[in-house]
């Protein structure tokens, strides 16, 4: 029989942040089999274009995001959360398939969902910076009774959340953990929108974000990203932790793009494993 090779698929990246830039390199260093990146977007083209020439053996296009949809088969989603409506709409509408990290603004964006059903699209949320995610998905095929999740954080990954600027909470000098949000996923993702997207994947995999519990710390005697999650089913009691490197972005663990990139693999990979 012979073997018939298909063209990668068109990938484009939809700004150029610390996971945007490291999906970038792995698409570059040829670590996604079936992929080819085929555009970016960003504010600034010419700062990208000078990133691209010291960094990418091969010269990308920085289009805009009408552009990014009409070219790629595949959308990343790297930018800030407002923009997710702008940057998803134009690939949905073409049946594509839009990779999505920040996943908080979806609960403000339901007409996307929408848009993926009605265009045979497809929205994809990566595991990011938590773990468990199968497992949860699996339980919700029963009965989950209650999913929690609590995150610490070191003081720096917090600095400037929209929650403490509109309450004027000040807590660059605390010495000892300070709680400073409890109450459901949907709540703690609007006060902290570039830090706990992860709740959103969890509430998403679960039981919805307004029934999903999430607890916010500042906490200056860790220097890691901490998510613990306990969940209870009639199939399974489970509680995990995960301690995640910051980047050098201090609001991002250097293990979410890695999960980004992770996902993708998935995609053409030949085994996969996890549900």
């Known amino acids: 029989m012979t073997h018939v090779s298909h063209p990668p698929q068109r990938l484009g990246i939809a700004g150029l942040g610390t ?35 010291e960094h990418l053996s091969t010269p990308v296009d920085c289009v805009d995001f009408e552009a990014l949809a009409e070219r790629c088969d595949w959308v990343v989603e790297c930018a ?29 964006a ?17 595991s990011g910076a938590l773990l468990g995610l ?30 403490l600027v509109e309450q004027g909470i000040d807590i660059s000098g605390i ?4 709680r400073l949000y409890a109450g459901d996923a ?6 902290f929108p570039a830090n706990v997207n992860v709740s959103v ?16 710390w500042a906490d200056p005697t860790v220097t890691r990203n901490t998510h613990s999650i306990h969940v209870e089913a009639d199939s399974a009691s489970f509680r995990m932790t995960i301690e995640n490197i910051p980047s050098e972005n201090p609001k991002t663990g250097r293990i ?9 693999r998935k995609m053409h990979a030949p085994l996969r494993v996890g549900s």
């Not at 999913?147 to 070191?154: A, D, E, G, M, Y």
């Not at 949907?186 to 006060?191: F, L, Q």
Request: charged share 20%; hydrophobic share 50%.
């Open 19 to 53: 996971i945007g830039k490291a999906l970038a390199r792995a698409l570059d260093a040829g670590q996604l089999p079936g992929f080819a990146l085929e555009a970016v977007t960003a504010r600034d083209a010419s700062a990208v274009g000078q990133w691209v020439g």
């Open 201 to 216: 994947a969890l509430s998403l995999a679960g039981i919805g974000p307004d029934r999903t519990q999430v607890e916010v």
């Open 80 to 108: 800030p959360s407002k923009l997710l409506r702008a940057i998803g709409e134009p690939a949905l509408r073409r049946g594509r398939r839009l990779v999505v990290l920040s996943a908080g603004a979806l609960l403000d």
């Open 175 to 178: 010495k000892e953990p300070m």
């Open 256 to 264: 979410t793009a890695l999960s980004l990139i992770a996902c993708l």
């Open 134 to 163: 199968d497992a949860v998905s699996a339980a919700r095929e029963g009965t989950i009774h209650s999913v929690t999740l609590v995150t610490r954080k070191p003081v720096a990954g917090l600095l400037g959340a929209p929650l």
């Open 110 to 126: 339901p007409e996307l969902i929408d848009l993926a059903r009605a265009h045979r699209g497809q929205i994809v949320v990566p």
């Open 186 to 191: 949907r709540g703690a993702v609007r006060g």
